[in-house]
T-cell receptor, first 112, second 113 residues
Framework: GDSVTQMEGPVTLSEEAFLTINCTYT??????LFWYVQYPGEGLQLLLK?????DKGSNKGFEATYRKETTSFHLEKGSVQVSDSAVYFC???????????FGTGTSLTVIP | ETGVTQTPRHLVMGMTNKKSLKCEQH?????MYWYKQSAKKPLELMFVYNFKEQTENNSVPSRFSPECPNSSHLFLHLHTLQPEDSALYLCASGTGTTYNEQFFGPGTRLTVL
């Protein structure tokens, strides 16, 4: 069945460091891929998405490219800030739109 | 109000209690979802409603009973829960169409004693 695997956390970085959070997926069809972010005490917020191979999603300095050949959707940011501290979830949606599969989440802490 | 709201934000209940969680969306979406978020585990999709009809029920125990009276409201009725049901319960809404993203509420933190 479909699934998402993302790197284990927690991840701790200094401010302005480069961030990569790995995400790979297994899917039977042609899914859409998402990154969600969850700040403390809040629900998940959509960070970015890509709906087909080679698409690049980007938002707030974060980027991820849909790589069909490696079944990956790694999240990157060139220079993290303290305010980026949160839990990041990779997710996929099959093209029916009803089933979403989430990874376990990666906790990021950015220290000044 | 805008977005997806959930009440209560925190709930403590005994195993013999009956309680309900409420979710309301103000986004004009046709699909609504219940998820369970437990520590160290992936988000678990529990129920999906599309145009008020339940379209998915992912092997959820019968002690959880959803209700969707209209496209804007979703309830999760709880009875005779177990301590392992303690978790953050998240509601989400979406267009229910291909490639739709989901919009989440802040969640209800449930503790079962």
């Amino acid at each position: 069945g479909d699934s998402v695997t993302q790197m284990e956390g927690p991840v701790t970085l200094s401010e302005e460091a480069f961030l990569t959070i790995n995400c790979t997926y297994t899917a039977t069809g042609y899914p859409s891929l998402f990154w969600y972010v969850q700040y403390p005490g809040e629900g998940l917020q959509l960070l970015l998405k890509a709906t087909k191979a080679d698409d690049k999603g980007s938002n707030k300095g974060f980027e991820a490219t849909y790589r069909k050949e490696t079944t990956s959707f790694h999240l990157e940011k060139g220079s993290v800030q303290v305010s980026d501290s949160a839990v990041y979830f990779c997710a996929l949606s099959e093209n029916t739109g009803n089933q979403f599969y989430f990874g376990t989440g990666t906790s990021l802490t950015v220290i000044p | 109000e805008t977005g997806v709201t959930q009440t209560p934000r925190h709930l403590v209940m005994g195993m013999t209690n009956k309680k309900s969680l409420k979710c309301e969306q103000h986004l004009g979406h046709n699909a609504m979802y219940w998820y369970k978020q437990s520590a160290k585990k992936p988000l678990e999709l529990m129920f999906v409603y599309n145009f008020k009809e339940q379209t998915e029920n992912n092997s959820v125990p019968s002690r959880f009973s959803p209700e969707c009276p209209n496209s804007s409201h979703l309830f999760l009725h709880l009875h005779t829960l177990q301590p392992e049901d303690s978790a953050l319960y998240l509601c989400a809404s979406g267009t229910g169409t291909t490639y739709n993203e989901q919009f989440f509420g802040p969640g209800t933190r449930l503790t079962v004693l």
